[in-house]
Every structure is written in C-alpha cells, then in structure tokens.
C-alpha cells in the first residue's frame, strides 16, 4: 500500500491500495449513535483470522489521553491486539468506527475498547485525500469545564457548556468578541459539554469557517 497522508493527532492514516474490485463499506453518521446502541467489533485478535464481536455502546466522547484529538467510542465489544483499525459496525453493517485502544491491566480485552468515531475519521481522510495533510482551524480560548459550583455561581440550572478561562490575544476568539468568563454552550448548533467537545467540534470544521457561537 501507498501512504497518502498521516495524522498522529488523531491516529488515522489514509492508504492506497493497487487492486480493483474490492469490496467496501457503507459509512453511517457516528453522531447519532446513542448509549446503549448495539454494536460490532471486526478485526483479527491475536492473529486467529477475522473475528467478529457484538457489544453495546457504553459511552461517547471518551478522552483517554492517548491522542491529542480524541472523541472516542466506548464499547464492552471485545477489542484485543489485532483489532486495532477493524471496523466498528452497527446492526446494520455500517461503519461507525475504527477500533483503536483497550484499556485492559491483562493485555486482553476487559469490556473497555475504544473506536475512532467515523465522522472523525472520514473528515481527516478527507483532508488526506485533497492535501496530504489536516490543517486544523482554531478559537484562541482556553476552555474550562463547568462543574456544578459553576453553574450554581453563574445561575445555571444544571452543569453545561464551556467556560472562556482565557481569550489569548489576536486570534478568531478574540476577534469575535468572546470575553473571559463566557459560557459556550454549543457552536453551530451542536451543544458542548467539555472542553474536549469544543476542541474537537472547532478543530474539525473548515479554516476561515464562520462558526455561530452561542
């Protein structure tokens, strides 16, 4: 295979192979997935053959350190070495995640597995595809979660949003008027919850986007 472009941030490479005719998947939108949904893991564990798994979605927008971008997919889904970049499907078939990372103290699956969401994924091929690279857009914010002695100072019935820490000076934030002490709540109409979501949600949209901050 050829390598057409890499992104350690998110660990997700694009690849060019020289063969026709090979089968394909469908790509279904990973943000619709929901708690609970059922799932399935493909992939060659320990190097026996291809394997298939079945599993719920324990969790969304799982930030576990290991990359810099991350919006990862938790599922009890069995996910061991040998699984890493298989496809994470729904009932359906369709793609909505690449299997990345366990956290496991055996080496082996322990019911916690993490995938790259598709949507993430997709958006960083696409950008392989048409520059070799990702060029990431940005705020100039320094995001701070709200907990619950935030919301109750700022009189908000229950945690939620983002709080403005710092606007640094000569950046899109800066620019657009955002103050120290502000509230994001959702960016183009998608509701934030952490300082990852933001960072995420900002860095995946395109440079010189008019993003509507609310």
Same mark, same amino acid.
Request: glycine content about 12%.
């Given at each position: /295979? *050829?390598?057409?472009? =890499?992104?350690?941030?998110? @660990?997700? +490479?694009? !690849?060019? %192979?020289? /063969? *026709?005719?090979?089968? =394909?998947?469908?790509?279904? @939108?990973? +943000?619709? !997935?929901? %708690?609970?949904?059922?799932?399935?893991?493909?992939?060659?564990?320990?190097?026996?053959?291809?394997?298939?798994?079945?599993?719920?979605?324990?969790?969304?927008?799982?930030?576990?350190?290991?990359?810099?971008?991350?919006?990862?997919?938790?599922?009890?889904?069995?996910?061991?070495?040998?699984?890493?970049?298989?496809?994470?499907?729904?009932?359906?078939?369709?793609?909505?995640?690449?299997?990345?990372?366990?956290?496991?103290?055996?080496?082996?699956?322990?019911?916690?597995?993490?995938?790259?969401?598709?949507?993430?994924?997709?958006?960083?091929?696409?950008?392989?595809?048409?520059?070799?690279?990702?060029?990431?857009?940005?705020?100039?914010?320094?995001?701070?979660?709200?907990?619950?002695?935030?919301?109750?100072?700022?009189?908000?019935?229950?945690?939620?949003?983002?709080?403005?820490?710092?606007?640094?000076?000569?950046?899109?934030?800066?620019?657009?008027?955002?103050?120290?002490?502000?509230?994001?709540?959702?960016?183009?109409?998608?509701?934030?919850?952490?300082?990852?979501?933001?960072?995420?949600?900002?860095?995946?949209?395109?440079?010189?986007?008019?993003?509507?901050?609310?």
């Amino acid at each position: /295979a *050829k390598i057409i472009g =890499t992104d350690p941030p998110t @660990d997700v +490479a694009l !690849l060019k %192979i020289d /063969a *026709k005719g090979l089968p =394909t998947i469908e790509v279904a @939108d990973s +943000a619709k !997935l929901r %708690i609970g949904d059922q799932v399935m893991a493909i992939g060659n564990p320990f190097g026996v053959g291809q394997t298939i798994t079945m599993g719920i979605v324990s969790a969304l927008g799982r930030n576990i350190g290991l990359t810099a971008y991350a919006d990862f997919i938790q599922t009890d889904a069995s996910i061991n070495p040998g699984n890493s970049g298989g496809a994470l499907v729904n009932m359906d078939g369709k793609l909505v995640g690449m299997n990345s990372a366990i956290l496991s103290r055996s080496g082996g699956s322990m019911g916690i597995g993490f995938a790259i969401p598709s949507g993430m994924a997709m958006k960083v091929v696409e950008s392989l595809k048409s520059d070799g690279e990702v060029k990431r857009a940005y705020l100039g914010v320094l995001p701070q979660e709200v907990d619950q002695s935030l919301a109750d100072y700022y009189g908000m019935d229950k945690p939620r949003g983002v709080l403005v820490a710092q606007v640094n000076d000569d950046t899109p934030a800066a620019a657009a008027g955002l103050k120290e002490g502000d509230i994001i709540l959702a960016v183009d109409g998608k509701e934030l919850n952490s300082p990852n979501a933001l960072r995420n949600l900002i860095s995946l949209s395109d440079i010189g986007h008019a993003a509507r901050v609310q």
